[in-house]
């Protein structure tokens, strides 16, 4: 079964740094891999997803994230945090062609912005 | 607006009373899901919907049913509530497979079972 690692249950940066949020995936198969943000007493929303289609994704707020196969990676960065990112960042992933009802969440990265 | 509602926010309860939490969506969705979250754990998904009538459990059923008898309604049902049931319970929904498509989240309800 499809499982994601995220590197780092808490990570901080000084506002204007690079943000760079670890995330390696294991599958049999090509997966697909999301990103969703969770702002405090909030639902999880989404930032942004590769299906297989270019290996580099633009997602919202200045995020992006890019598909590594070799490295099975799946990192997401920004280059330049702002206060307003400070939230809790999962990864996941899923693999539709063997079971399109099923997403593997990671345990999760909470990041902090310092000013 | 599109939204994914989730009632109550906030509940306390004791262990053996039966509880529902409801959620509603109002996108047409045929796609949802519910999910705990729990600390170091992630999201694990408790069960899922692919339209009216049709559900299926996922990682985490036990201890828990739902229903699908109206396609923006997706009930939890928790019959006999046990502390290890404490924790965040999420609602989502999607126009498609939850693999592929996006799923939009409830702003979730905190439970406690004492």
């Known amino acids: 079964a499809q499982s994601v690692t995220q590197l780092g249950s808490h990570v901080s940066v000084s506002e204007g740094a690079l943000v760079l949020l670890r995330c390696n995936y294991s599958?049999?198969?090509?997966?697909?891999l999301f990103w969703y943000v969770q702002y405090p007493n909030q639902g999880l929303q989404l930032l942004l997803k590769?299906?297989?289609?270019?290996?580099l994704v633009k997602g919202i707020n200045g995020f992006e994230a890019e598909f590594k196969k070799s490295e099975t990676s799946f990192h997401l960065t920004k280059p330049s945090a702002h206060m307003s990112d400070a939230a809790e960042y999962f990864c996941?992933?899923?693999?539709?062609?063997?079971?399109?009802?099923?997403?593997?969440f990671g345990a999760g990265t909470r990041l902090t912005v310092k000013p | 607006e599109a939204q994914v509602t989730q009632n109550p926010r906030y509940l306390i309860t004791v262990t053996g009373k039966k509880l529902t939490v409801t959620c509603s969506q109002n996108?047409?969705?045929?796609?949802m899901s519910w999910y705990r979250q729990d600390p170091g754990l992630g999201l694990r998904q408790i069960y899922y919907?692919?339209?009216?009538?049709?559900?299926d459990k996922g990682d985490v059923p036990e201890g828990y049913k739902v229903s699908r008898k109206e396609k923006r309604n997706f009930p939890l049902i928790l019959e006999s509530p046990s502390p290890n049931q404490t924790s965040l319970y999420f609602c989502?929904?999607?126009?498609?497979?939850?693999?592929?498509?996006?799923?939009?989240f409830g702003p979730g309800t905190r439970l406690t079972v004492t």
């Open positions: 590769y299906t297989s289609a270019a290996t």
């Open positions: 919907s692919m339209n009216v009538e049709v559900t």
């Open positions: 989502a929904s999607s126009s498609g497979g939850i693999g592929t498509y996006e799923q939009y």
């Open positions: 599958s049999s198969v090509p997966p697909y």
């Open positions: 996941a992933v899923s693999d539709p062609p063997l079971n399109n009802n099923d997403m593997r």
């Open positions: 996108m047409n969705h045929e796609y």
